[in-house]
């Protein structure tokens, strides 16, 4: 099994806002997928499908992005996943410039809240996540305020660069779904540039 999670913030308020790219990956793979966000559990909306005999879910958690943590350690614990290997995290990433994606297997939350406290409540930093670079030159020329600026709307022109990201990077999940090769999609995510 597969679990993929978008992080966000839920509700209209956080709509189409730098930091609910997550959830946008996951309701793109949903949509590719033909599977819908119908169930609630672990303080999460939750997608589930198969492909070629293995399973997914894809899940969107409820509880504000700060305490994500929570809602990804029961989502862990209720599927028995293997967080090393099972489990993909994806979010906005205000380090990487808009219109590319990176992909690790491990390592530090640095500044970005909703996984500091998914490695705090997973109590490691071992498991895999998909950063979908957000930083504008706005942001890169220190115009506007972090906290403003990934709770603020993406404005139309940079919405476009990051649906190409979105819509790239859920194809290759998909191909991941399907049984490809974790390194090779991983590589060819971090070869993106669609700016």
Same mark, same amino acid.
């Given at each position: 099994?597969? @679990?993929?999670?978008?992080?966000?913030?839920?509700?209209?308020?956080?709509?189409?806002?730098?930091?609910?790219?997550?959830?946008?990956?996951?309701?793109?793979?949903?949509?590719?997928?033909?599977?819908?966000?119908?169930?609630?559990?672990?303080e999460?909306?939750? $997608?589930?499908g198969?492909?070629?005999?293995?399973?997914?879910?894809? $899940?969107?958690?409820?509880?504000?992005?700060?305490?994500?943590?929570?809602?990804?350690?029961?989502?862990?614990?209720?599927?028995?996943?293997?967080?090393?290997?099972?489990?993909?995290?994806?979010?906005?990433?205000?380090?990487?410039?808009?219109?590319?994606?990176?992909? *690790?297997?491990?390592?530090?939350?640095?500044?970005?809240?909703?996984? *500091?406290?998914?490695?705090?409540?997973?109590?490691?930093?071992?498991? *895999? *996540?998909?950063?979908?670079?957000?930083?504008?030159e706005?942001?890169?020329?220190k115009?506007?305020?972090?906290?403003?600026?990934?709770?603020?709307?993406?404005?139309?022109?940079?919405?476009?660069?990051?649906?190409?990201?979105? $819509?790239?990077?859920?194809?290759?999940?998909?191909? @991941?779904?399907?049984?490809?090769?974790?390194?090779?999609?991983?590589?060819?995510?971090?070869?993106?540039?669609l700016?």
């Open positions: 099994m597969l @679990l993929i999670v978008g992080l966000g913030n839920p509700g209209m308020k956080y709509k189409n806002t730098y930091h609910n790219v997550g959830f946008n990956v996951v309701d793109s793979l949903a949509k590719t997928l033909k599977v819908k966000f119908d169930k609630s559990e672990c999460s909306k939750t $997608a589930h198969k492909i070629g005999g293995e399973e997914f879910v894809l $899940a969107k958690p409820q509880t504000y992005m700060n305490l994500s943590g929570v809602a990804v350690k029961k989502l862990v614990k209720h599927y028995g996943v293997d967080e090393t290997c099972e489990l993909i995290v994806v979010y906005d990433d205000i380090d990487l410039p808009v219109g590319t994606a990176r992909v *690790r297997e491990s390592g530090s939350a640095g500044t970005h809240n909703g996984m *500091r406290s998914i490695v705090s409540e997973l109590g490691t930093q071992e498991f *895999r *996540r998909l950063r979908i670079g957000t930083k504008t706005a942001l890169k020329n115009e506007v305020e972090l906290i403003d600026f990934v709770l603020s709307k993406v404005d139309y022109e940079t919405k476009q660069v990051i649906d190409n990201v979105v $819509a790239e990077v859920s194809a290759l999940l998909v191909d @991941l779904l399907k049984g490809a090769d974790f390194a090779r999609v991983e590589e060819k995510i971090n070869k993106l540039r700016i």
